[in-house]
């Protein structure tokens, strides 16, 4: 006979990479449901239109799965403190060092399903990793893996916040975890060190449309020159809010081989980005998040932060 679903579960999720893992009831996130839509109403969102598709897919996981019973949420730890050998080049998020984690995350969670309807059964599931009308955070928080924190990023009370967040949604009646309380207090410290202050002074909201990340990653135009000179140097990405944050001194670093980054990158000078070509772009980034951006994108914001 089949053991602990929950056990089992947490067990294989953990032999195939993943850290944490939590479980919640699968139901319409109401509460969610009424900050997004306010968030959106406020143009937040800036240009990323595709926020406001598939509303109730959102909010509801039932209308992703019919039937769904339970979310299982999990962290899979990308914590890389290398920094580049040239102080003066421009910065990549570490998220992006490696392989792509939409790929990477998702295989690993396939097999995790896979594992699942070989111990319990037909299970009718899906795997979700930050590609899908999926509210990651807010699950994540229900599921007690965490808080969202004053810069809206789950924050792990024993690994602070470099980790992604994946879910499969499923109609296997699992057991909810209680979700963990806010534990930022009166720290202000991503509120203050936010170089185009994308977080509001209170924090819990953040103003995409300023956020270093979706200048330079979301926005498919020119970078606005009012961002000029604020920019801090990060040309894919952003990693300050979560640099500062005191809960990352208990993060430790990844042991995924996949985001392990290629040789040259961390060796590459300004100069050697300034000039980087179509050639060195492709060997680079490879099987990375960046190809998103494609050669000219990533050459918009180096020759942004260069004027």
Avoid at 44 to 71: C, I, Q, W
Avoid at 178 to 192: L, S, Y
Avoid at 216 to 237: H, V
Wanted: hydrophobic letters at 35%; glycine letters at 6%; proline letters at 7%.
């Amino acid at each position: 006979m089949p053991g602990s679903p929950t056990v089992f579960i947490r067990t294989e999720a953990q032999r195939l990479g993943f850290e944490f893992v939590g479980f919640a009831r699968a139901e319409r996130l109401d509460d969610a449901a009424r900050r997004l839509e306010q968030w959106l109403n406020e143009g937040r969102h800036g240009r990323m239109a595709y926020m406001e598709n598939h509303f109730d897919l959102r909010v509801d996981p039932t209308l992703l799965v019919p039937g769904a019973k339970s979310v299982i949420c999990l962290t899979f730890n990308y914590h890389n403190p290398e920094c580049a050998a040239d102080p003066d080049a421009p910065r990549i998020s570490q998220y992006a060092y490696g392989e792509d984690y939409h790929h990477v995350v998702k295989d690993r969670l396939k097999s995790l399903l896979e594992s699942m309807r070989s111990e319990f059964g037909d299970i009718d599931g899906r795997c979700f990793v930050d590609s899908a009308p999926v509210l990651e955070r807010e699950w994540a928080q229900r599921a007690g893996l965490g808080w969202n924190g004053r810069h809206t990023l789950t924050i792990n009370p024993k690994r602070g916040s470099w980790f992604f967040l994946a879910e499969i949604i499923c109609d296997l009646p699992l057991p909810p975890d209680d979700p963990i309380r806010d534990h930022c207090g009166t720290c202000r410290r991503c509120i203050e060190a936010c170089p185009t202050e994308a977080i509001s002074p209170q924090g819990y909201l953040l103003d995409a449309s300023r956020c270093i990340s979706y200048l330079n990653i979301e926005l498919r135009d020119e970078i606005p020159t009012e961002f000029q000179g604020q920019m801090a140097d990060w040309m894919f990405g952003c990693d300050v809010c979560q640099d500062v944050c005191p809960w990352n001194r208990f993060s430790k670093r990844h042991e995924e081989p996949a985001f392990e980054p290629h040789p040259d990158l961390l060796n590459m000078t300004r100069r050697d980005w300034m000039e980087l070509t179509e050639e060195v772009f492709g060997k680079i980034f490879k099987k990375s998040a960046v190809k998103r951006v494609k050669h000219a994108g990533l050459k918009r914001t180096l020759r942004f932060l260069n004027e």
